[in-house]
């Protein structure tokens, strides 16, 4: 069974950075397209950051110029750098990812984990 397992979140103080993670288990099915999102207490789940199959990225308005997307192949793992944090990135982040298996390819989801921005 294909999972997305996250990990990275936590309390930071304003202006500090943190990196989430999120790799496919087993590591041996690939991520293909896929993106970060973030959803806020009280908010709509957001798309933060959208990555392609040929690793090309994009930004949210709010997090252009903050956050770095990444994917490392050899590790079928997606990165999200946050530098410069602010109180209103306080969200919980999940990750989505397209995987082939086969014939297919199937929409994943990680787990969440809660990243908190302290003024």
């Known amino acids: 069974q294909v999972q997305l397992v996250e990990s990275g979140g936590g309390l930071v103080q304003a202006g500090g950075s943190l990196r989430l993670s999120c790799a496919a288990s087993?590591?041996?099915?690939?991520?293909?397209?896929g993106g970060w999102y973030r959803q806020a207490p009280g908010k709509q789940r957001e798309l933060v950051a959208p990555i392609s199959t040929y690793g090309s990225t994009n930004y949210a308005d709010s997090v252009k110029g903050r956050f770095t997307m990444s994917r490392d192949n050899a590790k079928n793992t997606m990165y999200l750098q946050m530098m410069s944090l602010k109180p209103e990135d306080t969200a919980v982040y999940y990750c989505q990812a397209d995987i082939k298996i086969g014939d297919y390819t199937y929409s994943y989801w990680g787990q969440g984990t809660q990243v908190t921005v302290s003024s």
């Open positions: 087993p590591s041996t099915f690939s991520i293909h397209a």
